[in-house]
């Protein structure tokens, strides 16, 4: 058990105990536990047990706990209180504006224990009968559970991605000899997945038969044409199986969404997925370049493979430079040297440094005072590390109207100027509009970042007018973020195409908080090539004397 599960051990112990109402100052020293432990730079597992007990915030009972979840990977605690909270109460906690006290409010005074429930109590209008709720509070929560209840056992692609390979290689060891590979939306990358899908080269009834064998797995449904499986985690599976000479009709069949499918057979006819050995044949005889499993979302990509005119799909390899990370001179994990050594190490020829803006107080924003004294840091690193590069660069805040965080002669110190809207989010798309349409006018905006400020399954973000703001990007010359987060994956990719196709310049962004969050531009690659994006589209494909290239020729432009 490493660190951030002790920690979270903690925090949800604590929440449950205000919950319970049960004592405040043991509650306190467990959310403070949670705290400390969750700073550490070693793990806990490493520390002699005497040192344990020595760390802040960590006291004979809680050094015990943690003893207790190192030996033996649980929590008699814990597992006291969650046999105590209704599943429905764990559900509440993980709304928005849900806190502790809410929840015991709502549990104890109105006797509700599950989220449906409380849903209709929020349409009967009746929190606004509690202390504490407001008109606004119910609605914002209603929201929420709206929300969450329509996001329910659906995955980021990252959260799933481990368990779908580990799927695919357990069937290949059930099937050895026989083609196994994953299909559906997992196999287009779309962000989101609501079920893994799976093609076998072998009859249904010897695949039924079989995987009775894996653990884990509960058998929901069994039709002529695939098995319905669930996973003990929630995963929905479904199982396709075919003779071995219908393997390539087979995956093609159900990798292809039924918009494109439809276009396919349109132009192609169904004739051409006949006796075929596999998918390169398939668009051979239908004459048409081989279409990646990416893109095959619509009908549209069929016009371009039909005139082999499709674009040269951007690799990870192609990414030359990490832009938009953070350090601890604001909200990151790791120090601005550390974060730049590990970049060169990693083969990446430069790191944009861009944290965060004062007004991002809760996250350590510098101050124009720890501005300079950064750039003074980043003047002797680039000394140390030459040819490597430290961009000096900022996340610097959209304000509520509009206006960047700093000064123009601050904003003038930086190599680039990232621009993000971090707070008052709920905004109406005629606010949203007029906030991120002065920020692109500035001329220090380099980069729009995260365009929606959406979180994946958590969060809609606020509504922009997308064919706006990136006619607004183009005619400024900013760059639109593609924020490789997997949880943001801000601009989606749905829009892509269409930005490339006015011209505008995109940038595959990590926003990494540590040096573990580098990895991210793997899933904002894999974004980009459902968008369509070549790395010629892509800023941080370029190399750094390009980079800087560019940077010198918009700053002339711009006349800053």
């Known amino acids: 058990m490493d660190n951030y599960a002790i920690a979270d051990n903690f925090s949800l112990i604590a929440k449950l105990m205000d919950i319970h109402g049960d004592n405040p100052f043991k509650a306190k020293s467990f959310a403070n536990a949670a705290f400390q432990i969750e700073k550490l730079t070693v793990p806990l597992k490493e520390t002699p047990p005497a040192d344990i007990f020595r760390i802040k915030g960590i006291g004979e009972s809680t050094g015990k706990i943690v003893m207790e979840m190192l030996e033996t990977g649980d929590c008699n605690a814990l597992q006291a209180y969650l046999a105590k909270t209704p599943a429905g109460i764990l559900d509440m906690m993980r709304i928005k504006g849900l806190g502790p006290k809410k929840i015991a409010t709502i549990w104890k005074e109105m006797e509700i224990e599950d989220l449906g429930e409380l849903l209709y109590a929020c349409n009967e209008n009746r929190l606004l009968l509690l202390k504490g709720f407001g008109q606004k509070t119910q609605e914002s929560i209603r929201q929420a559970i709206e929300f969450f209840l329509s996001n329910r056992e659906r995955y980021l692609f990252a959260e799933i991605t481990t368990f779908a390979q580990q799927l695919e290689a357990a069937l290949q060891q059930q099937f050895p000899g026989t083609a196994v590979a994953l299909s559906g939306a997992f196999r287009r990358n779309q962000p989101v997945i609501d079920e893994l899908e799976v093609v076998i080269a072998a009859p249904l009834e010897e695949i039924l038969e079989k995987i009775k064998t894996l653990q884990g797995l509960t058998i929901l449904e069994n039709t002529d044409n695939a098995i319905f499986l669930q996973h003990d985690h929630g995963i929905k599976i479904k199982l396709y199986g075919c003779a071995p000479a219908y393997f390539a009709q087979q995956l093609f069949v159900t990798t292809g969404t039924e918009a494109f499918l439809e276009q396919f057979y349109a132009v192609a006819g169904k004739d051409v997925l006949t006796g075929v050995n596999s998918e390169a044949e398939i668009f051979s005889r239908a004459n048409m370049a081989f279409i990646d499993p990416c893109l095959r979302e619509g009908g549209d990509i069929i016009a371009l493979a039909s005139q082999h005119a499709l674009p040269e799909l951007i690799d990870v390899k192609d990414i030359k430079g990490i832009i938009h990370s953070h350090s601890q001179w604001s909200d990151g994990l790791e120090s601005l040297e550390t974060m730049a050594i590990a970049a060169r190490d990693q083969g990446f020829e430069y790191l944009v440094i861009s944290d965060h803006s004062r007004s991002a107080f809760y996250a350590n924003g510098l101050s124009i005072e720890r501005i300079a004294a950064q750039h003074q840091q980043i003047d002797e ?164 004397s390009e980079l800087e290239a560019f940077l010198a020729e918009r700053r002339a432009l711009r006349q800053i």
């Not at 660069?393 to 621009?419: K, Q």
């Not at 926003?511 to 990895?519: Q, V």
Request: hydrophobic fraction near 40%; proline fraction near 4%.
């Open 381 to 544: 690193l680039n000394a140390k590390l030459a040819p490597f590069k430290i961009f000096k660069s900022i996340e610097a805040d959209i304000l509520n109207d509009g206006s960047l965080d700093y000064p123009d002669e601050v904003l003038r110190s930086f190599d680039l100027v990232i621009a993000s809207v971090h707070s008052n989010l709920k905004m109406p798309q005629e606010k949203a509009m007029t906030r991120l349409l002065k920020a692109i006018a500035n001329p220090y905006t380099t980069i729009l970042g995260h365009m929606t400020g959406r979180l994946l399954l958590s969060r809609n973000g606020y509504p922009v007018d997308h064919d706006m703001i990136i006619d607004a990007c183009v005619a400024h010359k900013v760059v639109i973020e593609l924020n490789a987060h997997p949880r943001r994956l801000d601009i989606d990719w749905q829009y892509i195409a269409g930005a490339i196709g006015k011209g505008a310049l995109l940038s595959i962004d990590p926003d990494a908080h540590a040096i573990s969050g580098y990895k991210d531009i793997y899933y904002g690659t894999l974004a980009a090539r459902k968008g369509g994006m070549s790395r010629t589209n892509n800023l941080s494909s370029f190399s750094r």
